[in-house]
């Protein structure tokens, strides 16, 4: 139930982005997708140190996703919650994250989903702000959602 009135409250924030983008006022929402080359970065949560995105948001990865392969795509509403990180061009690790373990998939025309030890990475949109970690191993479309620490591996 609390996942429920987590997703409509994102639902309603959403809604006022969208009218506060039409009227020319800012908020500080953040997206999973992104016109420059996304920032991995490792922050320090409540779950350790895990990847989260250029504005320090959880990045989470998907038990149901094989490497290199997106399987939440494929779920009727799965990438409206879990949002895929995407980029059109190299992802960029920050400080603490392997270059090496980044990589992208094509998930749609020529979007790209970001990858990280072959995990592809989506961010959760009920998390409430930046270093959110209140959803990691969470049971939702016939997978877990687990935050990614510096070594490509899940963390509890």
């Known amino acids: 139930m609390t996942r ?12 006022g982005a969208a009218f506060a983008v039409g009227t020319g006022a800012t908020l ?3 997206s999973a997708s992104a016109v420059t080359a996304p ?3 490792l922050e320090r949560t409540d779950a350790g ?4 995105d250029r504005s320090g948001f959880t990045l989470y990865m998907f038990t149901r996703d094989r490497r290199d392969q997106d399987r939440c795509a494929s779920v009727s509403g799965c990438l409206g919650a879990w949002p895929a990180l995407t980029t059109r061009s190299r992802p960029v690790a920050g400080a603490g994250v392997r270059s090496s373990l980044l990589g992208t998939i094509k998930l749609h025309g020529d979007v790209r989903q970001v990858t990280y030890a072959g995990h592809p990475l989506y961010t959760d949109e009920a998390d409430f ?12 479309y016939g997978g877990r959602w687990y935050a990614v620490n510096a070594a490509g591996q899940q963390t509890n």
């Open 4 to 15: 429920i009135c987590n997703r409509l409250a994102v639902v309603t924030a959403l809604a």
């Open 39 to 41: 920032t991995v970065r």
């Open 28 to 30: 500080g929402v953040s």
């Open 129 to 140: 702000g930046p270093g959110s970690t209140l959803n990691v191993g969470q049971s939702e």
């Open 49 to 52: 140190k895990i990847l989260t």
